[in-house]
């Protein structure tokens, strides 16, 4: 799989110049909560959306919470649709009113809360901490009958048992009533497991998509590009497809771009074949063949095991999480997000070294440093770089990557206007401005590439890495 994902990864970076997502800091603890053992737990509530603070500024956690305002927090913690919260069955209370009906409501249907038997639900009592327990253990959607014991130990326990009161000094009765700090723990500390739930499923689907990955011989792929900018008040847009067919071992890969410019169209096709242990790229361009070394076949992981191949998989991501389904090659698929990690950088990095040295060919020793210093300060800004990707739901493959590289781009162009070794070209990036950028890459087929076969014409191409030799 590293040899798919790393030579799919370079050449988006190198055709789109993707950047990285740059997340503003969230915003400061409670000035009451700042320092104390709740600060993590209220923060990580405050900024989900999940608990409230109040307009001076503080949360108030030695306050006690009543009924209502405990329905209102787990509500949000399951986070319904304004739409579902709405259409939750009315639960007919007497004494429920104003705000707190909607999330009452929505909670009685959830199974998270009960009213009495008089028809009254008393929202303003005082929830305790064994009421407490039972409503997060209910908004797991664990079914009571599978706790042992009776109330309220079966829930007390469960909620134990499930990490709940591991920030909850020991000391504090079960029928007392519980403050917002240590609800704010209990909440948490659901949102942390399912974390950990989550982490769990993303390895496995993650490991079941390097195993489906793994033996892949070939395949074909549709890339589309779209980049806006604008220089000196005019403005240009590029808009390529391009068609891709790739083959694992030896590696060899043809691409076929068509690219509008300045309402022209311009068709460009690329080669990559493996010759005596090199990895040589070919191009056409307006009639015209140019080839370019790229380097020992070693820095691009042909000869990776399958556990080397995971582990590099693995180290690919960080942050992952499941956005929802779609479907692609009309199959079902599941849409993930996730980043590149620092890790898996620092792996591309050093390929790139490899790759570049081999692209660089003759040129002068302290030129090509120079180069090589701009394009690691280049790929250090992929690190966090976050993606879309889907993988099949049947088979597990990777069928498709969606990037929205605006940021990199930027952040590419900035490296160079910034490089004394970029000359002109340093100047002319000071002047762009980047719009937009994106690229959608779509595998369309898996193993069905038989041959890619190098054209006559392209055995008389012009040798790039000899150019400078040339005065």
Same mark, same amino acid.
Request: with cysteine.
């Given at each position: 799989?590293?040899?798919?994902?790393?030579?799919?990864?370079?050449?988006?970076?190198?055709?789109?110049?993707?950047?990285?997502?740059?997340?503003?800091?969230?915003?400061?603890?409670?000035?009451?909560?700042?320092?104390?053992?709740?600060?993590?737990?209220?923060?990580?509530?405050?900024?989900?959306?999940?608990?409230?603070?109040?307009?001076?500024?503080? +949360?108030?956690?030695?306050?006690?919470?009543?009924?209502?305002?405990?329905?209102?927090?787990?509500?949000?913690?399951?986070?319904?649709?304004?739409?579902?919260?709405?259409?939750?069955?009315?639960?007919?209370?007497?004494?429920?009113?104003?705000?707190?009906?909607?999330?009452?409501?929505?909670?009685?249907?959830?199974?998270?809360?009960?009213?009495?038997?008089?028809?009254?639900?008393?929202?303003?009592?005082?929830?305790? +901490?064994?009421?407490?327990?039972?409503?997060?253990?209910?908004?797991?959607?664990?079914?009571?009958?599978?706790?042992?014991?009776?109330?309220?130990?079966?829930?007390?326990?469960?909620?134990?048992?499930?990490?709940?009161?591991?920030?909850?000094?020991?000391?504090?009765?079960?029928?007392?009533?519980?403050?917002?700090?240590?609800?704010? *723990?209990?909440?948490?500390?659901?949102?942390?497991?399912?974390?950990?739930?989550?982490?769990?499923?993303?390895?496995?689907?993650?490991?079941?998509?390097?195993?489906?990955?793994?033996?892949?011989?070939?395949?074909?792929?549709?890339?589309?590009?779209?980049?806006?900018?604008?220089?000196?008040?005019?403005?240009?847009?590029?808009?390529?497809?391009?068609?891709?067919?790739?083959?694992?071992?030896?590696?060899?890969?043809?691409?076929?771009?068509?690219?509008?410019?300045? $309402?022209?169209?311009?068709?460009? *096709?690329? +080669?990559?074949?493996?010759?005596?242990?090199?990895?040589?790229? +070919?191009?056409?361009?307006?009639?015209?063949?140019?080839?370019?070394?790229?380097?020992?076949?070693?820095?691009?992981?042909?000869?990776?095991?399958?556990?080397?191949?995971?582990?590099?998989?693995?180290?690919?991501?960080?942050?992952?999480?499941?956005?929802?389904?779609?479907?692609?090659?009309?199959?079902?698929?599941?849409?993930?997000?996730?980043?590149?990690?620092?890790?898996?950088?620092?792996?591309?990095?050093?390929?790139?070294?490899?790759?570049?040295?081999?692209?660089?060919?003759?040129?002068?020793?302290?030129?090509? *440093?120079?180069?090589?210093?701009?394009?690691?300060?280049?790929?250090?800004?992929?690190?966090?770089?976050?993606?879309?990707?889907?993988?099949?739901?049947?088979?597990?493959?990777?069928?498709?990557?969606?990037?929205? $590289?605006?940021?990199?781009?930027?952040?590419?162009?900035?490296?160079?206007?910034?490089?004394?070794?970029?000359?002109?070209?340093?100047?002319?990036?000071?002047?762009?401005?980047?719009?937009?950028?994106?690229?959608?890459?779509?595998?369309?087929?898996?193993?069905?590439?038989?041959?890619?076969?190098?054209?006559?014409?392209?055995?008389?191409?012009?040798?790039?890495?000899?150019?400078?030799?040339?005065?």
């Amino acid at each position: 799989m590293k040899k798919f994902v790393s030579v799919m990864l370079v050449a988006l970076m190198l055709l789109s110049g993707v950047t990285t997502a740059f997340c503003a800091e969230g915003a400061a603890a409670p000035k009451d909560v700042a320092g104390t053992t709740y600060e993590e737990a209220v923060k990580a509530l405050l900024e989900a959306d999940v608990v409230s603070g109040y307009k001076d500024g503080t +949360y108030r956690p030695a306050n006690t919470l009543t009924r209502a305002e405990a329905c209102a927090f787990l509500v949000n913690y399951l986070a319904p649709t304004a739409e579902e919260l709405k259409a939750a069955p009315d639960s007919k209370f007497s004494d429920v009113k104003g705000w707190a009906v909607s999330y009452v409501n929505y909670a009685v249907q959830k199974g998270i809360v009960t009213g009495y038997k008089d028809g009254t639900f008393r929202p303003g009592n005082q929830v305790t +901490y064994q009421e407490m327990a039972a409503m997060t253990v209910n908004a797991l959607g664990i079914d009571a009958k599978t706790l042992s014991g009776s109330w309220p130990n079966n829930y007390v326990n469960k909620a134990k048992e499930l990490g709940m009161y591991e920030n909850i000094s020991v000391s504090k009765a079960n029928s007392a009533q519980a403050n917002r700090g240590d609800v704010a *723990e209990m909440i948490y500390s659901l949102i942390q497991n399912k974390d950990k739930d989550m982490e769990k499923a993303m390895v496995e689907r993650l490991v079941k998509s390097e195993e489906a990955m793994a033996d892949v011989k070939s395949m074909s792929m549709d890339m589309g590009m779209k980049i806006a900018l604008s220089a000196v008040g005019e403005k240009l847009d590029i808009d390529a497809a391009i068609q891709m067919d790739m083959i694992a071992e030896p590696l060899a890969m043809q691409m076929s771009m068509n690219m509008n410019m300045l $309402g022209e169209s311009q068709k460009v *096709e690329y +080669y990559y074949v493996t010759e005596n242990g090199e990895l040589i790229m +070919y191009m056409q361009m307006d009639g015209e063949w140019y080839k370019m070394s790229l380097g020992d076949m070693d820095v691009y992981g042909q000869n990776q095991n399958l556990k080397n191949n995971m582990e590099v998989y693995l180290k690919a991501y960080d942050n992952v999480r499941i956005e929802g389904r779609d479907t692609v090659n009309g199959k079902p698929a599941t849409k993930f997000y996730g980043e590149l990690s620092a890790e898996y950088i620092d792996e591309i990095m050093a390929s790139m070294e490899g790759i570049m040295g081999g692209a660089l060919g003759q040129g002068s020793g302290q030129d090509n *440093e120079a180069i090589m210093a701009m394009v690691n300060k280049i790929m250090e800004t992929m690190k966090g770089f976050g993606y879309e990707m889907w993988l099949d739901d049947e088979s597990g493959q990777m069928v498709k990557i969606h990037m929205d $590289g605006t940021e990199l781009l930027k952040k590419v162009f900035e490296e160079i206007a910034k490089s004394d070794e970029a000359g002109e070209l340093a100047a002319l990036m000071k002047e762009v401005k980047i719009d937009d950028c994106s690229v959608d890459l779509t595998i369309k087929s898996i193993d069905n590439v038989k041959e890619i076969k190098l054209p006559e014409a392209a055995k008389n191409a012009i040798d790039m890495n000899t150019l400078s030799d040339v005065e």
